[in-house]
């Protein structure tokens, strides 16, 4: 069973492979079309073979470059909406950037209007391929039936989100720890995958293992030290393997290039912005008269209390009945907010923050010192986030959502403090625009799910087996 598991994991690679190809070959012969009948014969030196080779490879680089960083071909993964827009925005970039290259090469502006046909019909031929590309996938790999194994902590809202992702999972059957570990394994014998949901550390360690053996597919929610191990140095000094984790937040050499970084980007940010925040200043002051900017205490590295600065969204008596988080359609939030919050816009005064080092670009966000005390009480690791600076844009920004449960965001969190590199730092600050666009991610928060006011078995404290 393992060897068959091993053929059909290469051969799904095989097929990932083929359909990128396909997208890529498409476009380049949409890119080529463009540039040798509309751009090409009037630049200052036309290019023949070498040169046009030359140009397509930097078409083709900057093509798979950003497709990888916005997902664009993850046909196995996401949805086939979300790979039209991801690779659709990827395009979008590329070719403003071919265009601006263009514009250099024949030394004045040329005419727009073949890029932008250019990126239409890469845009119709995006649609065409991703839908071809699930059907090829989904023909070859349905939705992997799942059992659930479970303790004591309520999995519904797991089985909640693994059921809206129904082209991928399927959870087919659930069982509960305490009927035994041979009872346990004569049912998973009757399945090819398992999902592990918070169950203690010794009975998981041999399932993982069984499942090891038998050639089954393993998913397991990670707990907080799993997530630390993560990030561990791998240390050979004799026969024994030695897993350090140092739970020091960034060394010296990362603070000091995230230093820099923040200081280089936010001044070029403050640039291109300041004409949108003085004309977001004059809407918000025009609306009611109140104040253009609202100020929050945050907690940032090391439990230091300082002054978000946000442009304001809601009403100025917003908060007099006491601090609560946004929900879902709250009716104090201006017409104005509402499209600042939407789009993230209302962050943007946060530069200034960066600026001045209580924030950084990437990090956990900041929050109010009542709710993280609050979350605390359910979740005691939950200050774990402030081993680093607080960010403008964070993983748990890029992956969560604004109603991602307390818990899964302190997971996200965690993951980045343990993973944290300048590569993945650019790709979070160029995830973030593609967040710009997706609602999902600026929704308010469900009654069902975990605030600062609720308590919720499904996210309290951590196993501690």
């Known amino acids: 069973m393992g060897e068959i598991s091993v053929n059909r994991e290469h051969f799904r ?22 540039w040798s009948v509309y751009y090409n014969p009037y630049i200052q030196r036309t290019f023949v073979l070498k040169g046009q080779i030359v140009m397509i490879l930097l078409y083709d ?33 590329v070719n403003i950037l071919a265009y601006l290259q263009i514009c250099m090469l024949s030394l004045r502006l040329v005419s727009v209007i073949p890029m932008i046909s250019m990126t239409l019909m890469d845009v119709s031929a995006i649609i065409l391929w991703a839908v071809f590309a699930r059907y090829v996938y989904t023909l070859l790999y349905p939705a992997r039936d799942i059992l659930l194994v479970y303790c004591d902590r309520d999995p519904d809202n797991l089985v909640k989100k693994m059921n809206a992702r129904a082209d991928k999972y399927k959870i087919e059957d659930s069982i509960h720890i ?35 053996s038998k050639g089954i597919r393993v998913y397991i929610t990670p707990k907080l030290s799993d997530i630390i191990l993560m990030g561990a140095d ?76 946000k442009f304001r969204s809601m009403r100025v008596d917003s908060e007099k009945e006491g601090a609560r ?9 201006t017409p104005i907010g509402r499209f600042l919050r939407a789009c993230h816009l209302d962050e943007l005064p946060q530069i200034y923050n960066i600026w001045m080092g209580d924030m950084s670009l990437v990090g956990p966000r900041p929050e109010r010192p009542e709710i ?16 680093v600076k607080a960010g403008l844009t964070g993983y748990a920004q890029i992956y969560g959502k604004y109603n991602t449960t307390p818990y899964d ?5 965690l993951y980045y403090i343990e993973h944290q590199n300048f590569l993945l730092d650019l790709r979070l600050i160029m995830m973030t625009v593609k967040i710009l666009f997706v609602k999902d991610n600026t929704e308010g928060v469900e009654s069902w799910q975990k605030t600062a006011t609720i308590t919720d078995g499904s996210v309290g404290k951590e196993e501690k087996n």
């Not at 949901?197 to 360690?205: A, F, K, L």
């Not at 979350?375 to 774990?384: T, V």
């Not at 965001?409 to 969190?413: E, G, S």
């Open 234 to 309: 791998n240390i050979h000094l004799f026969d024994t393997p030695l897993l350090l984790a140092k739970n020091e937040g960034f060394s010296a050499e990362k603070r000091f290039t995230k230093r820099f970084v923040d200081l280089f980007v936010s001044t070029i940010m403050a640039i291109v912005t300041a004409p949108f925040m003085l004309l977001f200043a004059i809407i918000i002051k025009c609306t009611d008269g109140g104040p253009v900017l609202y100020k929050q205490q945050r907690l940032t590295q090391g439990g230091r209390v300082f002054n978000v600065l």
């Open 61 to 93: 680089l900057m093509l798979l470059g950003f497709s990888r960083v916005y997902g664009g071909f993850k046909v196995s993964n996401l949805r086939t909406t979300d790979v039209i827009f991801s690779q659709s925005l990827s395009t979008v970039f």
């Open 372 to 387: 993280a005390k609050q979350y605390l009480d359910s979740i005691p690791e939950f200050d774990f986030r402030l081993k």
């Open 13 to 34: 690679r095989i097929v990932i492979f083929f359909l990128t190809v396909l997208i890529i070959a498409a476009q380049t012969a949409i890119f080529f079309y463009y």
């Open 178 to 212: 305490d009927v035994g570990f041979e009872k346990l394994t004569q049912v998973i014998d009757k399945h090819k995958a398992i999902l592990l949901c918070d169950i203690p550390g010794d009975i998981r360690n041999d399932l993982i293992k069984y499942g090891f």
């Open 409 to 413: 965001k302190l997971k996200l969190d």
């Open 325 to 333: 988080l946004a929900a879902k359609g709250d009716d104090r939030v």
